[in-house]
């Protein structure tokens, strides 16, 4: 393990040999870094977290502090974190409130400057945080997502995955999966076509989309209606099934006009 002579590891930290430490970073205890993890300097880790393998850390991010929730009277609550995630600097990710609670972080994922991820928040793998991306607590966000900069999403709602928000939009209800949502307050704008072509899905999964969504924003259905009559005729590809799960699981609603 290669420690600059400026940090400070706390003697409960469990820290795999590989891991660099740079300067002026505190790692405390019940951090766990795995393999290959790279604290560039300046970092501040807390715990109890743990990491995965691989996780780059650069200047001035803070991960794994106690929930800012109010609620919160120093419980025992848990980050836990995938691998090959990249912290940008002055990023900033809380652990869960109550005890027992944790934040989830996969693998794979992009967090630039000034983003935060709140207590209790779940999100995929291969996500892209645009800096001053930010979440609320109890936040989901699925994989292959994208969060604009400038951007701030309510307490308890989902993003779904292949779905992109714009810059400086404000969420105040789920996303849907391969979608567009932009504005203040959000509206979905349009399949997330150039997303979707870049990650191989086939013009006929790009078509069902496009002609589910036309039924989603016609307004001569509600929600429900609109979901219905997707589930009767719309259905046709694993995409549109997954939309319309997603629909029926909402319990904030939909952004959608």
């Known amino acids: 393990m290669a420690v600059h002579s400026s940090s400070v590891v706390h003697a409960k930290a469990k820290v795999a040999a590989s891991v660099e430490i740079g300067p002026f970073c505190v790692v405390g205890a019940g951090v766990e870094l795995g393999e290959g993890c790279v604290l560039r300097s300046h970092v501040n880790l807390e715990g109890p977290s743990i990491f995965g393998s691989k996780n780059i850390f650069h200047p001035f991010c803070s991960i794994g502090g106690r ?3 109010l609620k919160y009277t120093a419980e025992p609550t848990l980050l836990q974190v995938g691998d090959e995630n990249n912290f940008r600097e002055f990023v900033t990710v809380n652990r869960g409130t ?3 609670e944790k934040t989830v972080i996969g693998s794979r994922n992009h967090f630039l400057a000034y983003a935060h991820i709140a207590h209790n928040c779940v999100v995929g793998n291969d996500c892209i945080f645009s800096n001053n991306g930010t979440l609320a607590g109890h936040v989901v ?3 292959f997502a994208v969060v604009g900069g400038l951007s701030a999403v309510h307490q308890f709602c989902r993003i779904g995955r292949h779905a992109m928000i714009g ?3 404000k969420v105040v209800q789920d996303v849907l999966p391969y979608m567009i949502a932009d504005g203040n307050p959000a509206v979905t704008r349009a399949v997330n076509l150039t997303g979707l072509q870049r990650k191989g899905f086939s013009e006929d ?3 069902g989309l496009k002609e589910a ?6 307004p001569k259905y509600n929600l ?10 719309g259905a046709k590809t694993e995409e549109v099934h997954e939309l319309i799960e997603f629909l029926k699981t909402s319990e904030r609603g939909v952004v959608l006009r």
């Open 205 to 207: 999964s790009i078509r």
């Open 224 to 233: 429900s209606q609109a979901r219905e009559y997707l589930s009767e005729k």
């Open 213 to 218: 969504l036309k039924v989603l924003l016609n």
């Open 67 to 69: 929930t800012q929730d």
């Open 98 to 100: 109550s005890p027992g």
């Open 167 to 169: 810059g400086c939009t």
């Open 141 to 143: 966000v699925g994989d």
